[in-house]
Nanobody, 124 residues
């Protein structure tokens, strides 16, 4: 099972980036796909999640209204569209997957599969 995150880079405050997470090795039907981020010196935190089949989403308050998570089942890819970027969005962004057992999506320890991370840097 592989989760391959990409799309990170350097962007100015107010700009946009779109992250992709390509999934291979198994089907994630019945799973939740999440994006987490880890800023320098801080713990990894939840950003957004989506159910693979139903399209139910959940966002951290810090990104709500600016970030949009989506998935393309045909391409086995999950996206994180990030708009109105702020310097505090600077972090390594990780995609992850967990079985859909509850409607709680923001617990890092529940996720079984993790990608390698992609760096997002937002300059002021």
């Amino acid at each position: 099972v592989q989760l391959q995150a990409s799309g990170g880079g350097l962007e100015q405050a107010g700009g946009s980036l779109r992250l992709s997470c390509a999934v291979s090795g198994r089907t994630f039907s019945g799973y939740v796909m999440g994006w987490f981020r880890q800023a320098p010196g801080k713990e990894r935190e939840f950003a957004a999640a989506i159910t693979w089949s139903g399209g139910r989403t959940n966002y951290a308050d810090s990104v709500k209204g600016r970030f949009t998570i989506s998935r393309d089942n045909a391409k086995n890819t999950v996206y994180l569209q990030m708009n109105s970027l702020k310097p505090e969005d600077t972090a390594i962004y990780y995609c992850a997957a967990k079985r859909l057992r509850t409607v709680v999506f923001d617990i890092r320890g529940d996720y079984e599969y993790w990608g390698q991370g992609t760096l997002v840097t937002v300059s002021s």
